[in-house]
Nanobody
Framework: QVQLVESGGGLVQPGGSLRLSCAAS????????RGWYRQAPGKQRELVAN???????NYADSVKGRFTISRDNAKNTVYLQMTSLKPEDTAVYYC??????????WGQGTQVTVSS
């Protein structure tokens, strides 16, 4: 069974940086897009960024200019480089792979806390 394994979360001060990684443990065929979502306490899960196969990245307005999504197709891995972090970026971050067959694979989530 394919699993998405995230890493890189943690505690960082405002203005700091973190890099999240998400790797698939097995082969997933027909990947349409890879993305990152986040969910803060008491809020709905929201899209942070995604990158479709053969397309350009998309970002939530709140993270444009600060976060960068990238992928390594050979490693079946997606990354999220986060800079100029703000307390409002505090959330559990999830990666998601979607396929042409409308399947969705989610990671287990990694906590990002921005606090002084």
């Amino acid at each position: 069974q394919v699993q998405l394994v995230e890493s890189g979360g943690g505690l960082v001060q405002p203005g700091g940086s973190l890099r999240l990684s998400c790797a698939a443990s097995g082969s997933i065929s027909g990947i349409l897009a890879r993305g990152w979502y986040r969910q803060a306490p008491g809020k709905q899960r929201e899209l942070v960024a995604n990158i479709p196969i053969g397309g350009s990245p998309n970002y939530a307005d709140s993270v444009k200019g600060r976060f960068t999504i990238s992928r390594d197709n050979a490693k079946n891995t997606v990354y999220l480089q986060m800079t100029s972090l703000k307390p409002e970026d505090t959330a559990v971050y999830y990666c998601k792979f979607t396929t042409l067959q409308s399947l969705a694979y989610w990671g287990q989530g990694t906590q990002v806390t921005v606090s002084s």
